[in-house]
């Protein structure tokens, strides 16, 4: 009877093992999803970045709408932008 007992046990712990594995494994491929559904989002983001700035030559006309659309993919509260203009002095 014993011998039933300790079989038993090691079962149970090798049960618990392999569901503690399989736990581990499950979470990884979860987060390995989110990542893939992050950089898809992107992505779309830059696509429509892309066909935006491609419908005018002035790139004021659009800013707005890509800024947003790229402030709510990476879930950014802020944007700041800021233009760099050379006078003749080239400073």
Known sequence: MMFRHSKT??????LEE???????????RKRVEAGLHER???LKAITIA??????????RTNIDVV???LGKTIHA?????FEHHVGTDKK
Do not use: D, M, V
């Open 9 to 14: 046990c090691r079962k149970t712990t090798n």
């Open 50 to 59: 892309a066909e935006e700035f491609l419908k005018t030559s002035e790139w």
């Open 40 to 42: 898809e989002s992107i």
């Open 18 to 28: 392999f569901n503690q594995q399989l736990h581990e494994e499950i979470q990884e």
């Open 77 to 81: 509260t802020h944007i700041y932008l």
């Open 67 to 69: 800024l947003e659309q």
